[in-house]
T-cell receptor, first 115, second 111 residues
Framework: ETGVTQTPRHLVMGMTNKKSLKCEQHLGHNAMYWYKQSAKKPLELMFVYSLEERVENNSVPSRFSPECPNSSHLFLHLHTLQPEDSALYLCASSQRQGAWADTQYFGPGTRLTVL | EDQVTQSPEALRLQEGESSSLNCSYT??????LFWYRQDPGKGPEFLFTLYSAGEEKEKERLKATLTKKESFLHITAPKPEDSATYLC????????????FGTGTLLAVQP
C-alpha cells in the first residue's frame, strides 16, 4: 500500500482548530481526488484535481479547502469543523481524469474526529 | 439519478461456503463498473473493472460478472481472510471520472 500515502492516519481536533490532511501519490498519476466516508453511507466525492487544476467541487462547505501544488501532492485544509464532519477522509489518484473507466487507487485514509 | 444499491448489507459465511454479492445500478451511460475490497481502518483496494454486459473477471476465489442492470461478485470456497467490506461503484457518463459508490456488503467468513 505505498502507491498512495496519507498523513496523519488519525486526527482529533476541536471545532476552532485549523489542521491539514496530506496525500501523496507515487504512481505518476495526473488526477487526484478527496472522498469522505461516513458510517453506513456511500463514499462521497468532495474534490477532483486534474493536472493541479480543480475540475470538480461537489458542493462541499467552505470549511474544507483543497490545495494541489503539483500532480503528486494533495492537501485538505480544515477549519472550524463541525462534529458531523467526523469521518474517514480518503485520497485517491488515477492516471488521467475524464478517461474511459480510469481506475482510481486509494490511500489508507485519515480518521478524523471533531470534538 | 445515478444510483448503486448493494445487497445484502451483511453476510456471514462458514469457511468453504460459496455465495454471491449483488450490485444493482442505474446510470446514464455506464463507463465502467468497479469492485473494491475494504478492510477495517484502510482504504479501498481495487479488485476488478467490468465494462460491458457479459464480461467476467476472476481473481483467486473471486469472480465478477456484469449484466445491463447488475453485477455479481461470486466468492467460491471463501476463507477467513476474505472477510472485508466489498464496495461496488459505477462511473457515470460525465467528464470528470466521477464514481458513484454503493454502501457495501460486509462479509464475515468464519473458520
Amino acid at each position: 500500500e505505498t502507491g498512495v500515502t496519507q498523513t496523519p492516519r488519525h486526527l482529533v481536533m476541536g471545532m476552532t482548530n485549523k489542521k491539514s490532511l496530506k496525500c501523496e501519490q507515487h504512481l505518476g498519476h495526473n488526477a487526484m481526488y478527496w472522498y469522505k466516508q461516513s458510517a453506513k453511507k456511500p463514499l462521497e466525492l468532495m474534490f477532483v484535481y486534474s493536472l493541479e487544476e480543480r475540475v470538480e467541487n461537489n458542493s462541499v462547505p467552505s470549511r474544507f479547502s483543497p490545495e494541489c501544488p503539483n500532480s503528486s501532492h494533495l492537501f485538505l485544509h480544515l477549519h472550524t469543523l463541525q462534529p458531523e464532519d467526523s469521518a474517514l477522509y480518503l485520497c485517491a489518484s488515477s492516471q488521467r481524469q475524464g478517461a474511459w473507466a480510469d481506475t482510481q487507487y486509494f490511500g489508507p485514509g485519515t480518521r478524523l474526529t471533531v470534538l | 439519478e445515478d444510483q448503486v444499491t448493494q445487497s445484502p448489507e451483511a453476510l456471514r459465511l462458514q469457511e468453504g461456503e460459496s455465495s454471491s454479492l449483488n450490485c444493482s445500478y442505474t446510470v446514464s451511460g455506464l463507463r465502467g463498473l468497479f469492485w473494491y475490497r475494504q478492510d477495517p481502518g484502510k482504504g479501498p483496494e481495487f479488485l476488478f473493472t467490468l465494462y460491458s454486459a457479459g464480461e467476467e473477471k476472476e481473481k483467486e476465489r473471486l469472480k465478477a460478472t456484469l449484466t445491463k442492470k447488475e453485477s455479481f461478485l461470486h466468492i467460491t470456497a471463501p476463507k477467513p481472510e476474505d472477510s472485508a467490506t466489498y464496495l461496488c461503484a459505477v462511473r457515470d457518463g460525465g467528464a470528470t471520472n466521477k464514481l458513484i459508490f454503493g454502501t457495501g456488503t460486509l462479509l464475515a467468513v468464519q473458520p
